[in-house]
């Protein structure tokens, strides 16, 4: 297999459970994932915890442990959700995992090397719920007139000895890359505001601390650890095995996607790429800055007792239909928002109703009227050539949207071309050719096959447990589930030749009530 392609998570912090927002990345991230393995493309995949910094080790003291233990706990039920929601993940990584330090401080020295580093005294605001450093221009009044972050949470001042990157250095070697690069930072609307930031000037780092130890050491500097932020970031690098020159290295770096949150495109896009220059390392391809899920329209919060367990989700309502929901509710880019209902409702419509409805028709027909068989039919039969390019013109615009990340887009051609095949169902109402016209039934119903399969095919990567169900059950071998084998002119004919003889069919997408608790 040839052509790699490297997509990564934001690593989470692991302070508390996973919540909505942190399936949604992965979920996402997944089917991007298993989208470029379909195209047949050698893909890697990680994700992980962020496990460092003072967040961490606040929370960890007020429960009366160490971080560690904190960041063991919690990180597996990050690891968990991801297993359950289906995550085809090649590496979990831990930032307290050996050879992330090694990276860590392999990557601080490259920068050091460079010139880049120096010894100062830091004196200014931190946030430690954003891990993030504010000039005291860009502090807004919170809802008590205290001082706050734009992001609204709390600062406090900071004065201690650190060592600091040379940020303002790669001021005008950014606004290059923004502006040669349009394709660098994704959506839009994001970059224009990186740029914004970046014109108004940068500031050099502060990328080490003394006043708490919990951390990557400083390389020779005994007393510092690093900013959480350098070796988060690096975490990118460290599952490919820098800083060795490994075959992953050579074969994945640069990455293609670095998929995150909204909130997190500055540490993304204007700290990494400067710490990659630094260290003569290539830049990502891409950074896509995602929007926030939202509960009902609502922020999830404590105070406001709205926060949701993605595993309690998919529990009540099933992986692949919450995985079909996020996917197909939300433009992808734009915060969006759920609710039991919605999910229902979406995944009721479009995949109990519309595409599961479709297989079990088929299925059934083929099963009761032709005994399960699959025959090669010719079809002299308009109709049947028309919905066949409808539903593979679907496909191509699936793929193309899929390729620009707009998830929803293609999925909606996706179930467009499901709605075509249902209608030509009716319109051919094969159950009424059984006595009239045998053969036209039998064409029709293998124009049917074909179709259902290849739509499943095509939304593997959305819903794979189901989608693979579907097609274990029309006899579709392992290798044959990919675009690649949907362009195989001859799988219908090996198909019908090769003894396989369909079961009874078992619905795919059952009908989802709501919950009698929920209102
Ligand atoms: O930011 N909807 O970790 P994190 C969608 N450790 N996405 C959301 C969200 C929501 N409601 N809330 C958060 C961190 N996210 C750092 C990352 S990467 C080197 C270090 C996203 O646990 C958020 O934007 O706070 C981020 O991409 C991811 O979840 C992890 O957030």
């Not at 990584?93 to 580093?117: F, K, P």
């Not at 319109?427 to 399969?453: E, G, I, N, S």
């Not at 019908?496 to 989802?512: D, H, N, Y």
């Amino acid at each position: 297999m040839s052509d790699p392609f490297y997509i990564t998570t934001a690593i989470s912090y692991p302070n508390g459970r996973p919540h909505i927002g942190h399936a949604y990345e992965a979920i996402a991230a997944d089917v991007i994932a298993r989208f470029q393995r379909l195209r047949g493309r050698e893909v890697r995949f990680q994700t992980g915890t962020d496990e460092h910094g003072l967040k961490m080790l606040r929370k960890a003291e007020e429960q009366g442990r160490t971080p560690h233990e904190l960041a063991d706990e919690m990180s597996s039920y990050f690891k968990e959700m991801c297993d359950g929601l289906n995550i085809s993940y090649d590496r979990f990584i831990r930032t307290v995992d050996d050879d992330h330090h090694r990276a860590s401080q392999a990557l601080w020295q490259a920068m050091e090397a460079n010139g880049d580093l120096y010894l100062d005294r830091y004196e200014g605001w931190y946030s430690v719920r954003d891990e993030a450093f504010y000039d005291e221009s860009e502090l807004v009044d919170g809802e008590g007139g205290e001082k706050t972050s734009p992001q609204g949470t709390p600062v406090e001042w900071t004065v201690e000895e650190s060592w600091f990157f040379r940020l303002s250095k790669y001021q005008d070697k950014l606004l290059a890359l923004f502006n040669q690069h349009p394709e660098f930072l994704k959506p839009d609307s994001r970059r224009n505001e990186m740029i914004a930031f970046v014109s108004g000037g940068l500031r050099d780092l502060s990328v080490s601390r003394t006043s708490f130890d919990w951390g990557v050491k400083v390389p020779g500097s005994a007393n510092h650890v690093m900013y959480v932020w350098v070796d988060a970031l690096t975490n990118y690098l460290t599952g490919l095995g820098y800083p060795d020159k490994t075959d992953m290295m050579a074969k994945f770096w640069p990455a293609d996607i670095h998929l995150i949150g909204k909130d997190i495109v500055r540490f993304h896009s204007i700290y990494w790429p400067a710490f990659l220059m630094s260290a003569g390392l290539p830049l990502p391809k891409q950074v896509f800055g995602h929007g926030f899920l939202l509960n009902r329209g609502e922020k999830e919060s404590k105070s406001l007792g709205n926060v949701t367990d993605p595993m309690e989700l998919a529990g009540k309502y099933g992986v692949d239909p919450l995985r079909y929901f996020l996917m197909r509710e939300v433009a992808f880019g734009q915060d969006g928002s759920y609710s039991p209902e919605a999910i229902v409702t979406r995944a009721n419509a479009e995949l109990a109703n519309s595409f599961g409805n479709l297989a079990q028709r088929t299925l059934s027909m083929i099963f009761k009227n032709m005994d399960g068989e699959i025959k090669r039919t010719s079809t002299s039969d308009e109709a049947d050539d028309v919905l066949q390019r409808t539903v593979r013109g679907g496909i191509d615009e699936l793929v193309s949207s899929f390729e620009k990340l707009s998830f929803s887009e293609g999925l909606d051609a996706w179930i467009r071309a499901v709605f075509a095949c249902n209608q030509y169902v009716d319109d051919q109402a094969p159950w009424a050719l059984r006595k009239t016209d045998p053969d036209r039934m039998d064409a029709v119903l293998m124009t049917l096959f074909r179709c259902v399969r290849d739509l499943a095919i095509a939304v593997r990567c959305v819903v794979p447990a189901s989608a693979d169900r579907m097609l274990d059950q029309m006899g579709m071998p392992a290798e044959a589930r990919d675009f690649a084998a949907m362009d195989d002119a001859e799988w219908f004919n090996n198909l019908a030749t090769s003894g396989f003889v369909l079961g009874k069919p078992e619905g795919i997408f059952p009908r989802l009530e709501l919950p009698e608790s929920e209102p």
